[in-house]
C-alpha cells in the first residue's frame, strides 16, 4: 500500500510540474526560431486556447461536479452534462471566428486556418474540463496528472522534433499543439463512462453563476497580454509573452508554499492567523521577487537572445505581479474554508475589469512598460482584497458551509483540490 500510495504521489507531483519543465525547455526554442511578432501571435493563440474553454463551457463543469456532490454518481453527472454539447460546439465555433478575426487577421491563409483549427478544438478542452472537474470530485489525481503528462510530453517533444529538422513556423507548431490538445482528450476521455440515469439534469441557475468565477480565474493572469496585443500589435506582444513566460517560474513555488500553508487548517487557525501569516507570505515571495527581478538582466538574454532586449525591463516589473498574484494563494484557499468562495470570484472580476479600464485609459501612454505596470498594480489590488475578504470583518461574510453559497458541497472522504485557472 505505501508502494502504491509513493507511486501516485510520485505520478501527481510528474503531472503538476511537467508543464511548467516543457515550458522551460520549449519557450526558448520558440522565441528564437519564431521572432517577436510570430511568437507574439502564438502566445496569444494558446492564452484564447485556455480562454475559450471557460466561456463556452457556460458553467457546466460546476454545475457537474455539484450532482455528484449530492449523491449522483460521476457517469450520471457526465451524461447530464453531455446535453448541453452542442450549444459549446456553437459557442466555441462563434468565439473562434470573432477571435481570429479581431487577433490574427494579419496572418497567411495557412496560418489563420492552423490557429483557427486549434481554437475550434477549444470544445474538446471545454468538455475536458468536466471531466477533470468530475475527477476533482473523486479525488481521482491519477486522472488529472495522466492528462497534463500526455500533453507536456507531446508538446514538448514536438517542439524539440521540429527544431531539430529546423521547420518551426506557425502551422507547425499550431498542428503539435492540435496534436496534444486531441491527444489529452483521448486519455481521459473514458473517465466516468458508463451506467447512468436519465432523471438528472445540470442545474442551470447554479452552472451560469458558478461562470463568471470561472472567467476570473483564467482572465487574471492573461488578460494583459490579449490587451497587449489588441492595442500594440505582434511585435510588442512577443516581448510582453516571453517576459511573461520568464515572470512566471516564480509562481509554482510562492504558489505551493501558500497551498501548503493553508491547507489542512481549522477556522479557528485561519482566523487567528489572518493577518501575520499571509503577510509573512508575501514578504518572503517579495525578497524571491527582487532576486528573480534582478536575475533578469543575465538570464532574459541568455535564455531568448538578443531580438528580445525590450523583454528584459518588462520581466523585471511583471515578476512582481506574478508574486502578488502567486501570495494571494494563501488568502484564496483560507476564504474558501471560511465558506467566502464567492467573494474571491467578485474580487477577481473586480482586478479584471480595472485592468481593462485602466489600459483602455492609458491612450497615448499606453505602451509594453505602463501596460507591465497596470498589470502588477491589478494583482496587488487582488492581493490586497483577498487579504480583506479572508479578515472576518468584511461585510457581509460569514462562515457559512460552501454548499450554502452556490459552491458545492464537499463530499468526504476525497480530498479536495483547489486550482487557478
Known sequence: MKLLADSRLAVLVAGQYSPLLVQLVTGPILARALGPADRGYLGVALILVAVIPVFASIGTPAAARRLVAEGSDVATARFAAARSNPVILVVTLLMSVVAVYVWFSGLSPAELLAIFVLLALSYFGAVRMTILSLAVSEGSTNIIARYQIVGACLSGIGICSLAVVDRIDIVTVCIVYIVSQLAQFAAIFRYGRGH?????????????????????????????????????????????????????VAFPLVHSVGLRISGGKRRDELVKNSVRVPLSVLAGALCFGVVWSGAAVWVVPLLFGGDYAESLPLAAILTFGVVLFSSATVNVQAAVSLGRAHLISVIGLVAVCLEVVAVVFLGSSRTVTTMAVVAVLAS???????????????????????????????????PQSAERG
Do not use: N
Open 380 to 414: 496587488g489590488v487582488y492581493y490586497t482584497l483577498s487579504l480583506l475578504v479572508r479578515q472576518r470583518t468584511v461585510p457581509g461574510t460569514r462562515s457559512r458551509p460552501l454548499f450554502e453559497q452556490g459552491e458545492e458541497e464537499p463530499v468526504a472522504p476525497a
Open 196 to 248: 447512468h440515469r436519465r432523471d438528472r439534469g445540470i442545474d442551470w441557475a447554479y452552472a451560469l453563476k458558478s461562470l463568471p468565477g470561472q472567467i476570473s480565474d483564467v482572465l487574471l493572469i492573461r488578460v494583459d497580454q490579449l490587451l497587449c496585443s489588441l492595442f500594440l500589435g505582434a511585435h510588442a506582444t512577443g516581448m510582453y509573452v516571453v517576459a511573461f513566460s520568464y515572470a512566471f
